[in-house]
């Protein structure tokens, strides 16, 4: 038996409006933070797409839609990618994907109805297998590295980028009524990867958003309440910067510990969000018992606290982040469960790495990542 065109793009229409419905669904039950905007703002612009070529299937005549399409399938790549760099604790970069998606649709519309059905396809093309190749790229970054459904969607973009990348070498060297493309990369083989790819990712990224406790975002930083003892990100760095600032001036040596939360997602999982959000706090609260009095320490994202403080004159800083940690071994975090919290550390002295808060907290958090 075979499908239709027409067929073939209602019935990817009825999957990605299933999958994008079913991850929104899920993001909103697990608390949605800036990841699952951004993914969920990856399946709404999925949805536009199908949308857009249904309409351009059924009605040939509608030449507009081709340009709304394109781009908006560029967007739902570019806006997974953000989400990917979001959930590494990275800026998403969502400025960079509109300009692009603006681009394509320009590419398009600029042509006319003189463009027909594959105006603007070898910019879309390109657009779709740089963003998923960004994408596969990230997630074997930081946290999505060492997680499996972090491993799934490298492969899943990475087979999407690579399909892109050599759909758009035929369409601009053989051209688009060659038998080569018409047989292997036209629109209906095109579709059924386009299914494979949304089913396989939107499962992917539905587990992952659901190991991820709490409200998290990438700007201030998560809640937290200032009877535990620490503060914001946003009120640590204005702090930390000040700190140096001073430091510097008096030639002073400060050390920037980061106490990152170790297996957060296999907790989440296994004895729920909640559960997840008391490990973070219990972490934080052992470590502010443990630093100096002279310390600032804050909750610089959901999983990492920093703590900045003077150089001890004896020992090596990092035995402060090694007494965190034994402490960490000895505090259970519910006496019924018998489980304690895990971290990792990383640490940075100012004599070593300069007085420049970013350059600081980048080489202890990807110490501390090194360790995970």
Not at 54 to 69: F, K, L, N, Q
Not at 284 to 300: K, N, W
């Amino acid at each position: 038996m075979q499908l239709d065109l027409l067929t073939l793009l209602y019935a990817s229409g009825l999957i990605v409006v299933s999958s994008g419905t079913s991850f929104i669904i899920s993001t909103l039950v697990h608390r949605a933070d800036l990841v699952a905007r951004l993914w969920s703002l990856g399946f709404v612009a999925g949805m536009l797409a199908t949308i857009a070529y249904a309409i351009w299937a059924a009605s040939p005549g509608a030449w507009w839609v081709i340009g709304i399409g394109n781009a908006a399938l560029v967007f739902a790549l570019g806006a997974m990618w953000s989400g990917c760099r979001a959930f590494n604790e990275r800026p998403p970069r969502l400025w960079v994907v509109a300009l692009v998606s603006a681009l394509v649709f320009a590419s398009a519309f600029v042509r006319g109805s003189e463009g027909g059905a594959w105006a603007g396809a070898a910019e879309m093309f390109i657009a779709i297998a740089v963003f998923a190749g960004l994408a596969s790229s990230e997630t074997l970054r930081a946290r999505l590295r060492v997680l499996v459904n972090g491993r799934i969607l490298a492969v899943v973009f990475a087979g999407v980028s690579l399909f892109y990348l050599v759909r758009c070498g035929v369409i601009l060297i053989l051209g688009q009524h060659s038998d080569v493309f018409t047989v292997y990369f036209g629109t209906p083989n095109t579709t059924l990867v386009n299914i494979v790819f949304i089913t396989l990712a939107s499962i992917a990224m539905s587990v992952l958003q659901a190991t991820r406790g709490g409200d998290r975002t990438l700007t201030a930083g998560p809640e937290v309440d200032p009877a535990l003892g620490f503060t914001t990100r946003a009120q640590f760095e204005g702090q930390a910067v000040q700190w140096l600032r001073r430091a510097e001036r008096r030639h002073e040596s400060l050390a920037l510990v980061v106490l990152e939360v170790d297996n957060l997602e296999h907790v989440n999982i296994a004895l729920g969000s909640d559960y997840g959000d008391r490990t973070v706090d219990a972490v934080g609260m052992v470590a502010r018992d443990h630093v100096p009095t002279t310390s600032l320490i804050g909750r610089i994202s959901s999983r990492r606290f920093a703590i900045l403080t003077p150089t001890p004159p004896v020992g090596e800083p990092r035995q402060l982040g090694e007494r965190v940690l034994t402490a960490l071994a000895e505090a259970p975090i519910d006496p019924n469960v018998g489980a304690r919290p895990v971290a990792v550390f990383g640490v940075v002295t100012t004599d070593g790495a300069g007085y420049e808060y970013d350059e600081l907290r980048s080489i202890a958090e990807r110490r501390a990542t090194t360790r995970s």
